[in-house]
């Protein structure tokens, strides 16, 4: 297995409009462990989505090179992608986007559905799912039943069900009180911790940041600094 | 992993109720018109089906060729002794089966009963198939004083049970005699050629009526059909044309006495033959009908046409509103592609969605189709039958889930194709602006704007038709069978009778009633082919019929001649001749009987139908006989002076039941088949603007809905309700002036070439177009204003919140 999962060189995105064009992403080279936590940071605008919807292949760069488990995601078919990215990847949003019009059980079966996995199966990864994330008296209610914090768990719990290699998460807890916020860092990093997972999270709380083995920030589309929370200043 | 989806899919269908009602009534509507379409085509496409000799079942028919060695025509009645000599000596033909059919009257316990009887040789069962209910239909007919009955007929004449054997009394000219019911068959199907309720036995014809006695032994009289079953194998081509030289062999001075009688002019001989196959008898519209009239093919493919266009018309509507609620469906995508689906799981669950609603059109669809179909029965004329027709109902829904498939493919590959990212942030939209939607909208209602164009012509030409001038005034005119009585002591009878009356302004009489029949002589004069409709007329049926006489005189009791050698004509007998009309009057009509003198000219009268040009027209007394007894009453007398009618038909004969119509109804038989095509297109328009309008209905409700922040915008701005109705409204305005543009065009030349049909047509004013485009445009208008309005009235604080 090899040791990154993820190696980009010189990632650019950019935006045409008409006359002018705007640089998003530029040149970005990144490389992430398997098992590794990292944060990124960033003021708004900076680009932080952006280069996670391109690594969580949701996105296409403009140019430059991505690896994915030493697979040049640059260079695959649409078809091969998608595999790649239905068998790895799991993503968390801000905005939770759960499918208004399935139940919990249903949202958390789709990626499954997705991937093939079969009825008896499918059941029970779901059932350990509700269990693990203490939702199975809630399985059968729409996410407008819920509330925000019950909502961005079941967006974990569906990031999960399939098992990733990976989890890619675009500011989890932006739109949650703290102690919801506090929650789902922990499932985050007891994932990483426990499981191995390897998580990518977009924050802009620098303690959650530390949280992470290793923490980037962005400017303008470009890796500005790079540290380990030990060294952090913060921590000093 | 199916449940998953459909679970979902019923979800949203019952959560969307507008986008889905209109989508299923209107997938409901186009499905139900084309099951029954399909139903009607194959009903056209299946007469005469059920026999088992039908591919070897074939009428004989009689080419007739110009000089020139054209054809002129077919003819399917032969002299009585053909069918003979072709059974005889005709090594293809196995058998052969002599036709005639007549209204006989039967008297059945004290009742009389008048019924169109079908004589047929005892053959008719050998070649033709049937089920017996009673009696066996193979030996039925042999008895020339046998009579066959279908069920329901046997049940209307003698009530329930088995009639085998019982005797009925049949009136024969004037006196009644026997026949015995041999057979009871199970009513055949609506749609044959050769549709009868009676039977009787040829062989009884010639002891019966005298003019069948007087031909039995002439080749020069042609009055039976012959239907002939081929033997297995037979060459078709080669047992045509072994008829030919039969008949040449049987009758040799055929063409020579064409020659002798001037209306023969060619080389070789005067007629040729031709097997038509019964299978195709239908739908050949260039050849004379079998008992029934024939049916032109090309309405089954217009109606197709109107069927597919209505389809397509849903269908688009399906289109344009899958494409207009994908952009709420964008998140829905976008977090599905981060899940893990591909472009191929997305366009799947899109499309099973439009399955799922053409499945719901289907249902609805049969239902709609159910309900109507008595209506379409009534206006084709024929019993059409859903049920009965597993393998249509499996074509309508193989075309329900294509059309489900074709209108939600491209909405799916839109959808799909959008990268996640652009989902999610609801960068995309596919809504009423793009080109395509504009280009499906515009076919809409160019589509819509042609029919109903369609459908005001046609309604006023058939109103142009009826209020043309016919040169007669046929109102209030009572049409009296004479029924085999004594037509001239009948007249008198009625004269006498009714003549005294205060709601009777007349009676006369005539050979046929106008519009009903004719019967045309054609003569040579010299070297000119001379042609006339020629009706025989009471001496005073011009003035009856209210007929202008432009020069000359009427018929005068007075005068013997004028009883035996004159004749009337009209104004386009005197122009085939070269005369004015007061030349006209004094002329002998040269090489016509005994050379009647004209005593009179009238002017034009539209005695046939006017699709067709007035042609030459003689009156005379001269050949003795009227078929109809002619009564007119005043508007407000005519119930009863019916009443008297009867009354004073039952003191003069016992013998036959009174049958009458009237003139005017005659007359408007001639445009029964427009009437019904103006009606088919009238329902037609009047389906596709509102599937149409279904749509724009919900199309105008996604747009407002997209534009409520700046409706909202505006009027906190200050802009009135009149400019935020004009801002929604102005957008399907101009698409219907477009429509207009191309739809009236298309419906002018379509008119035109129907129109084309009549020898008296309306002007086609451009103002029946852009009457129709401004109804469609009200219409639209109207539907559009239902959702500006609302987005007109609305409080703009509460619609700048929402956002
Ligand atoms: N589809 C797009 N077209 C044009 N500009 C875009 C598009 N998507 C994002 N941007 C721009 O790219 C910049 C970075 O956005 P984003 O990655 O969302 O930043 P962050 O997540 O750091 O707030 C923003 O200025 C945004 O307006
Ligand atoms: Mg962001």
Same mark, same amino acid.
């Given at each position: 297995?090899?040791?990154?999962?993820?190696?980009?060189?010189?990632?650019?995105?950019?935006?045409?409009?008409?006359?002018?064009?705007?640089?998003?992403?530029?040149?970005?080279?990144?490389?992430?462990?398997?098992?590794?936590?990292?944060?990124?940071?960033?003021?708004?605008?900076?680009?932080?989505?952006?280069?996670?919807?391109?690594?969580?292949?949701? =996105?296409?760069?403009?140019?430059?090179?991505?690896?994915?488990?030493?697979?040049?995601?640059?260079?695959?078919?649409?078809?091969?992608?998608?595999?790649?990215?239905?068998?790895?990847?799991?993503?968390?949003?801000?905005?939770?986007?759960?499918?208004?019009?399935?139940?919990?059980?249903?949202?958390?079966?789709?990626?499954?559905?997705?991937?093939?996995?079969?009825?008896?199966?499918?059941?029970?990864?779901?059932? !350990?799912?509700?269990?693990?994330?203490?939702?199975?008296?809630?399985?059968?209610?729409?996410?407008?039943?819920?509330?925000?914090?019950?909502?961005?768990?079941?967006?974990?719990?569906?990031?999960?069900?399939?098992?990733?290699?990976?989890?890619?998460?675009?500011?989890?807890?932006?739109?949650?009180?703290?102690?919801?916020?506090?929650?789902?860092?922990?499932?985050?990093?007891?994932?990483?911790?426990?499981?191995?997972?390897?998580?990518?999270?977009?924050?802009?709380?620098?303690?959650?940041?530390?949280?992470?083995?290793?923490?980037?920030?962005?400017?303008?589309?470009?890796?500005?600094?790079?540290?380990?929370?030990?060294?952090?200043?913060?921590?000093? | 992993?199916?449940?998953?989806?459909?679970?979902?899919?019923?979800?949203?269908?019952?959560?969307?109720?507008?986008?889905?009602?209109?989508?299923?009534?209107?997938?409901?509507?186009?499905?139900?018109?084309?099951?029954?379409?399909?139903?009607?085509?194959?009903?056209?496409?299946?007469?005469?089906?059920?026999?088992?000799?039908?591919?070897?079942?074939?009428?004989?028919?009689?080419?007739?060729?110009?000089?020139?060695?054209?054809?002129?025509?077919?003819?399917?009645?032969?002299?009585?002794?053909?069918?003979?000599?072709?059974?005889?000596?005709?090594?293809?033909?196995?058998?052969?089966?002599?036709?005639?059919?007549?209204?006989?009257?039967?008297?059945?316990?004290?009742?009389?009963?008048?019924?169109?009887?079908?004589?047929? !040789?005892?053959?008719?069962?050998?070649?033709?198939?049937?089920?017996?209910?009673?009696?066996?239909?193979?030996?039925?007919?042999?008895?020339?004083?046998?009579?066959?009955?279908?069920?329901?007929?046997?049940?209307?004449?003698?009530?329930?049970?088995?009639?085998?054997?019982?005797?009925?009394?049949?009136?024969?000219?004037?006196?009644?005699?026997?026949?015995?019911?041999?057979?009871?068959?199970?009513?055949?199907?609506?749609?044959?050629?050769?549709?009868?309720?009676?039977?009787?036995?040829?062989?009884?014809?010639?002891?019966?009526?005298?003019?069948?006695?007087?031909?039995?032994?002439?080749?020069?009289?042609?009055?039976?059909?012959?239907?002939?079953?081929?033997?297995?194998?037979?060459?078709?081509?080669?047992?045509?044309?072994?008829?030919?030289?039969?008949?040449?062999?049987?009758?040799?001075?055929?063409?020579?006495?064409?020659?002798?009688?001037?209306?023969?002019?060619?080389?070789?001989?005067?007629?040729?033959?031709?097997?038509?196959?019964?299978?195709?008898?239908?739908?050949?519209?260039?050849?004379?009908?079998?008992?029934?009239?024939?049916? =032109?093919?090309?309405?089954?493919?217009?109606?197709?046409?109107?069927?597919?266009?209505?389809?397509?018309?849903?269908?688009?509507?399906?289109?344009?509103?899958?494409?207009?609620?994908?952009?709420?469906?964008?998140?829905?995508?976008?977090?599905?592609?981060?899940?893990?689906?591909?472009?191929?799981?997305?366009?799947?669950?899109?499309?099973?969605?439009?399955?799922?609603?053409?499945?719901?059109?289907?249902?609805?669809?049969?239902?709609?189709?159910?309900?109507?179909?008595?209506?379409?029965?009534?206006?084709?004329?024929?019993?059409? !039958?859903?049920?009965?027709?597993?393998?249509?109902?499996?074509?309508?829904?193989?075309?329900?889930?294509?059309?489900?498939?074709?209108?939600?493919?491209?909405?799916?590959?839109?959808?799909?194709?959008?990268?996640?990212?652009?989902?999610?942030?609801?960068?995309?939209?596919?809504?009423?602006?793009?080109?395509?939607?504009?280009?499906?909208?515009?076919?809409?209602?160019?589509?819509?704007?042609?029919?109903?164009?369609?459908?005001?012509?046609?309604?006023?030409?058939?109103?142009?038709?009826?209020?043309? =001038?016919?040169?007669?005034?046929?109102?209030?005119?009572?049409?009296?069978?004479?029924?085999?009585?004594?037509?001239?002591?009948?007249?008198?009878?009625?004269?006498?009778?009714?003549?005294?009356?205060?709601?009777?302004?007349?009676?006369?009489?005539?050979?046929?009633?106008?519009?009903?029949?004719?019967?045309?002589?054609?003569?040579?004069?010299?070297?000119?082919?001379?042609?006339?409709?020629?009706?025989?007329?009471?001496?005073?049926?011009?003035?009856?019929?209210?007929?202008?006489?432009?020069?000359?005189?009427?018929? !005068?009791?007075?005068?013997?001649?004028?009883?035996?050698?004159?004749?009337?004509?009209?104004?386009?007998?005197?122009?085939?001749?070269?005369?004015?009309?007061?030349?006209?009057?004094?002329?002998?009509?040269?090489?016509?009987?005994?050379?009647?003198?004209?005593?009179?000219?009238?002017?034009?009268?539209?005695?046939?139908?006017?699709?067709?040009?007035?042609?030459?027209?003689?009156?005379?007394?001269?050949?003795?006989?009227?078929?109809?007894?002619?009564?007119?009453?005043?508007?407000?007398?005519?119930?009863?002076?019916?009443?008297?009618?009867?009354?004073?038909?039952?003191?003069?004969?016992?013998?036959?039941?009174?049958?009458?119509?009237?003139?005017?109804?005659?007359?408007?038989?001639?445009?029964?088949? =427009?009437?019904?095509?103006?009606?088919?297109?009238?329902?037609?328009?009047?389906?596709?603007?509102?599937?149409?309008?279904?749509?724009?209905?919900?199309?105008?409700?996604?747009?407002?809905?997209?534009?409520?922040?700046?409706?909202?915008?505006?009027?906190?701005?200050?802009?009135?309700?009149?400019?935020?109705?004009?801002?929604?409204?102005?957008?399907?305005?101009?698409?219907?002036?477009?429509?207009?543009?191309?739809?009236?065009?298309?419906?002018?030349?379509?008119?035109?070439?129907?129109?084309?049909?009549?020898?008296?047509?309306?002007?086609?004013?451009?103002?029946?177009?852009?009457?129709?485009?401004?109804?469609?445009?009200?219409?639209?208008?109207?539907?559009?204003?239902?959702?500006?309005?609302?987005?007109?009235?609305?409080?703009?604080?509460?619609?700048?919140?929402?956002?």
């Amino acid at each position: 297995m090899p040791d990154s999962i993820i190696r980009v060189q010189n990632l650019t995105k950019s935006y045409d409009h008409g006359l002018s064009q705007s640089h998003v992403v530029r040149r970005v080279s990144l490389e992430v462990r398997q098992g590794e936590f990292l944060s990124i940071m960033g003021p708004s605008g900076s680009g932080k989505s952006t280069l996670l919807h391109i690594l969580g292949m949701l =996105d296409e760069p403009t140019s430059g090179e991505y690896f994915f488990l030493d697979e040049p995601v640059h260079r695959l078919s649409n078809r091969r992608k998608t595999q790649l990215h239905r068998e790895n990847i799991g993503f968390v949003f801000q905005a939770y986007h759960l499918i208004d019009d399935l139940t919990v059980y249903e949202n958390l079966e789709t990626p499954l559905l997705y991937r093939k996995i079969k009825g008896s199966e499918r059941k029970s990864i779901v059932a !350990d799912a509700l269990d693990r994330f203490n939702m199975v008296a809630k399985k059968d209610l729409f996410p407008s039943q819920l509330s925000g914090g019950q909502q961005q768990l079941v967006g974990v719990a569906r990031a999960l069900v399939i098992q990733p290699k990976i989890i890619l998460a675009d500011e989890p807890t932006g739109n949650l009180h703290s102690s919801q916020g506090d929650q789902i860092m922990a499932t985050l990093r007891q994932l990483n911790q426990e499981d191995g997972v390897t998580i990518v999270q977009v924050t802009h709380n620098q303690d959650y940041a530390n949280i992470g083995d290793r923490v980037i920030e962005l400017l303008d589309g470009r890796i500005e600094r790079e540290y380990r929370p030990e060294a952090s200043p913060n921590m000093d | 992993m199916f449940s998953h989806y459909l679970r979902h899919a019923a979800r949203l269908l019952a959560k969307q109720r507008l986008h889905t009602g209109i989508n299923v009534l209107g997938l409901a509507t186009a499905l139900g018109l084309c099951a029954i379409i399909a139903v009607f085509i194959k009903y056209e496409h299946s007469y005469d089906a059920w026999h088992e000799n039908l591919d070897r079942i074939y009428r004989v028919d009689r080419v007739d060729l110009n000089p020139d060695g054209s054809v002129d025509g077919h003819s399917p009645a032969h002299p009585f002794q053909l069918a003979g000599a072709l059974e005889r000596d005709h090594p293809d033909i196995q058998e052969t089966v002599r036709f005639n059919d007549t209204d006989v009257v039967f008297r059945i316990d004290g009742a009389l009963h008048q019924e169109d009887v079908l004589f047929a !040789d005892a053959s008719f069962f050998d070649v033709f198939t049937y089920q017996s209910v009673y009696g066996d239909l193979r030996t039925s007919l042999q008895d020339p004083a046998s009579v066959v009955l279908t069920e329901s007929a046997a049940d209307r004449l003698l009530g329930p049970g088995n009639p085998i054997g019982r005797s009925l009394q049949v009136r024969y000219t004037d006196s009644f005699h026997e026949v015995v019911v041999t057979a009871v068959i199970a009513d055949p199907l609506p749609n044959t050629n050769i549709p009868f309720e009676v039977m009787m036995s040829f062989e009884r014809l010639p002891l019966v009526y005298e003019w069948v006695a007087e031909r039995v032994d002439s080749w020069r009289h042609s009055s039976f059909p012959v239907y002939v079953l081929l033997r297995e194998g037979a060459n078709l081509a080669s047992a045509t044309e072994t008829i030919e030289s039969l008949r040449v062999q049987y009758y040799p001075d055929m063409a020579s006495r064409g020659r002798e009688q001037g209306w023969w002019t060619g080389e070789g001989e005067p007629a040729t033959y031709a097997l038509i196959p019964l299978s195709d008898l239908h739908l050949r519209s260039d050849v004379p009908g079998g008992f029934v009239a024939t049916s =032109d093919p090309s309405y089954s493919w217009i109606l197709f046409g109107i069927g597919l266009l209505i389809l397509v018309l849903a269908c688009i509507n399906f289109t344009l509103l899958t494409m207009g609620k994908s952009a709420v469906r964008a998140e829905e995508i976008g977090v599905r592609k981060a899940l893990g689906a591909g472009r191929w799981e997305i366009m799947t669950q899109f499309g099973g969605e439009s399955l799922l609603m053409a499945l719901l059109g289907l249902a609805g669809g049969l239902l709609l189709a159910g309900l109507l179909l008595p209506v379409a029965n009534s206006i084709t004329g024929s019993e059409l !039958d859903l049920l009965g027709e597993p393998g249509v109902l499996v074509v309508i829904a193989a075309v329900a889930l294509l059309s489900g498939l074709a209108a939600g493919s491209y909405p799916a590959l839109m959808i799909s194709r959008h990268r996640p990212t652009e989902a999610l942030s609801g960068r995309f939209s596919m809504g009423s602006s793009s080109a395509i939607t504009r280009g499906l909208l515009i076919t809409q209602f160019a589509a819509s704007v042609a029919l109903i164009a369609g459908a005001l012509v046609m309604q006023a030409q058939i109103r142009f038709l009826q209020e043309q =001038d016919k040169g007669y005034d046929p109102s209030n005119i009572i049409v009296v069978s004479t029924n085999g009585t004594d037509e001239f002591r009948l007249i008198r009878h009625l004269r006498d009778r009714l003549g005294p009356q205060p709601g009777v302004l007349g009676v006369s009489g005539m050979s046929l009633s106008l519009n009903r029949g004719y019967s045309s002589s054609v003569w040579m004069a010299g070297d000119v082919e001379r042609r006339a409709f020629v009706y025989n007329v009471a001496p005073d049926l011009p003035e009856f019929l209210g007929m202008d006489m432009l020069s000359g005189r009427g018929f !005068d009791s007075a005068r013997a001649t004028d009883s035996t050698n004159a004749v009337i004509v009209n104004e386009a007998f005197a122009r085939d001749w070269g005369w004015t009309p007061e030349e006209a009057v004094g002329q002998l009509v040269a090489e016509y009987g005994d050379e009647p003198e004209i005593i009179g000219v009238v002017r034009d009268m539209n005695f046939r139908s006017l699709h067709e040009e007035v042609e030459p027209m003689m009156l005379t007394q001269s050949e003795g006989w009227l078929s109809h007894a002619l009564v007119r009453a005043s508007s407000a007398g005519t119930p009863q002076v019916l009443a008297s009618l009867q009354e004073a038909w039952g003191e003069f004969t016992a013998d036959a039941p009174l049958q009458y119509t009237f003139l005017d109804d005659d007359v408007a038989l001639a445009y029964e088949e =427009d009437r019904r095509w103006a009606r088919i297109i009238g329902i037609s328009a009047s389906l596709a603007i509102l599937v149409a309008c279904m749509g724009l209905f919900g199309l105008a409700a996604l747009t407002v809905s997209r534009r409520t922040k700046e409706i909202g915008i505006r009027k906190v701005l200050g802009a009135s309700v009149q400019s935020v109705m004009l801002l929604v409204s102005r957008e399907f305005a101009i698409l219907v002036v477009v429509a207009t543009l191309i739809g009236a065009p298309l419906a002018y030349f379509g008119l035109g070439r129907w129109l084309d049909g009549f020898a008296f047509r309306m002007d086609l004013a451009p103002w029946w177009f852009l009457a129709a485009g401004a109804l469609v445009l009200l219409v639209a208008m109207t539907t559009v204003a239902f959702h500006s309005v609302r987005a007109a009235i609305s409080d703009p604080v509460k619609s700048l919140r929402y956002e």
